[in-house]
């Protein structure tokens, strides 16, 4: 209630539960955990070397494999995922070496 006796509206606590969510999501987006235990994150390193996008990717995906959570699967399931991944950008940048169509299967 309000000093003049009226509820107060729920913008007021959905706002909060909206702030405490972002300041969550902001976490996830700035400090992911399955980077956390480099001295450099790897954006860091890839952005301060100028990497090309594809070999950026390969770090990025390498770096956090077995790290980064993927809904239910298991922890070796999330890191051939993340594993493959890194795999994939070779498989396009040699695809790009040979002259052949980037996203075709070797």
Avoid at 54 to 75: C, F, M, P
Wanted: proline share 4%; hydrophobic share 30%; charged share 30%.
């Amino acid at each position: 209630m309000s000093e003049c006796g009226r509820q107060m509206p729920d913008f007021f606590t959905t706002q909060s539960k909206e702030y405490k969510n972002k300041m969550s999501t902001d976490k996830i987006v700035v400090q992911p955990e399955h980077y956390q235990r480099y001295a450099v994150e790897p954006i860091t390193f890839i952005m301060q070397n100028s990497l090309p996008f594809w070999a950026g990717n390969v770090v990025k995906y390498i770096a956090r494999a077995g790290h980064k959570q993927y809904g239910d699967l298991s922890t070796t399931e999330c890191e051939k995922i993340d594993i493959r991944k890194a795999i994939r950008y070779c498989e396009m940048r040699l695809n790009e070496l040979d002259g052949r169509q980037i996203t075709d299967e070797r």
